[in-house]
């Protein structure tokens, strides 16, 4: 099955390498639109980077500018893991191509409310801030959409505070709104992420590729690799690209549904998302949480994909 697919991200080296995964992989993927959010960097090198990364996959597809900031919160940014780019390690041409003028949330809102698209999926790799903009301005995208595909969270501990993971901890309140919605979700947290290492064989293996874009994917990730080993991970943990790698090949990874709650007061545990795995609260699961990743074979579905590119 084909599927028609937005992504928001804040590239960011492994949302970089969702993008690319993506834009690779037309037979199972429409990418119908990019979405740029303010996290790793800020906005102005989130969509300054998406746009470079478009062109270098040779791929035609419209980027969109969404928030600059946090629902509530200050913006905090992670340069100290990505570099002041963002995406540290590759050095890709001034795009030519311009953002649209359309804000990310309402573009979100106009691509899932599409009447004559299959039910589209929203693929979401770094603050939730765009997304629950949009369904804060239409909540019943949340029963249009086929599914909202996110990294995010950790069932144990977090890699920004001991609690938090950082695209939750950037905006928890976005992200509660979005756990909150009635959305099919399907959750990557950390403890997943971390199955999921670049190691320097399987860069390696990238490198060898010898492409514009694999060149400039081994430079990123030589560069995050080293940076990346926040939250106990033995090595830089490729977090975003496996949203989209499940969307190509579910058998990559293995879950269970649970109830997932954000936390938005307590000062400590800010961010902190509580994944109820054994039905402890009673409540419903609102998510599917991913638990187990292939790490091989996800990394032989990503020098496969990346060899189709430029
Ligand atoms: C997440 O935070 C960002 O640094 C990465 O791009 C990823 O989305 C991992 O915690
Ligand atoms: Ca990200």
């Given at each position: ?9 804040d ?40 746009l ?28 100290h893991v ?54 804060t301005?239409?909540p ?8 909202i595909?996110?990294?995010g ?18 905006d928890?309140?976005?992200a ?10 399907v ?115 990503l020098?496969?994909r ?5």
């Amino acid at each position: 099955m084909r599927r028609t697919v937005v992504l928001d991200c804040d590239p960011g080296q492994d949302d970089a390498v969702a993008i690319l995964l993506a834009l690779a992989s037309p037979g199972e993927l429409e990418v119908r639109a990019i979405m740029a959010v303010a996290g790793n960097v800020p906005l102005v090198r989130t969509v300054d980077n998406a746009l470079r990364l478009v062109e270098l996959a040779g791929a035609c597809v419209p980027v969109h500018a969404g928030c600059a900031r946090p629902l509530l919160r200050e913006l905090v940014t992670a340069e100290h893991v990505h570099g002041e780019t963002g995406i540290d390690g590759a050095d890709l041409p001034h795009p030519a191509r311009e953002p649209e003028r359309e804000h990310a949330a309402l573009a979100i809102v106009r691509h899932l409310s599409d009447p004559t698209a299959e039910r589209p999926t929203l693929v979401a790799t770094g603050p939730l801030t765009n997304v629950a903009l949009a369904l804060t301005l239409a909540p019943d995208l949340a029963r249009r959409l086929d599914a909202i595909v996110l990294m995010g969270g950790a069932v144990g501990l977090g890699n920004v505070t001991p609690a938090a993971e950082f695209n939750m901890y950037v905006d928890p309140h976005a992200a509660r709104i979005v756990f909150e919605s009635g959305a099919r979700i399907v959750m990557f947290p950390l403890d997943v992420t971390h199955q999921v290492l670049v190691t320097e064989e399987r860069l390696g293996r990238i490198r060898a590729l010898g492409t514009r874009s694999a060149r400039a994917v081994a430079g990123m990730l030589a560069f995050y690799r080293g940076r990346g080993r926040t939250g106990g991970a033995r090595e830089g943990p490729l977090h975003d690209p496996c949203t989209v790698a499940w969307l190509v090949d579910p058998g990559l990874f293995c879950g269970r549904a649970a109830r997932v709650e954000v936390e938005c007061e307590s000062p400590l545990g800010l961010g902190r998302t509580y994944v109820d795995l054994h039905g402890t609260t009673g409540r419903p699961p609102n998510a599917e949480v991913m638990l187990q990743a292939d790490a091989e074979r996800f990394f032989e579905l990503l020098v496969e994909r990346l060899a189709r590119l430029p």
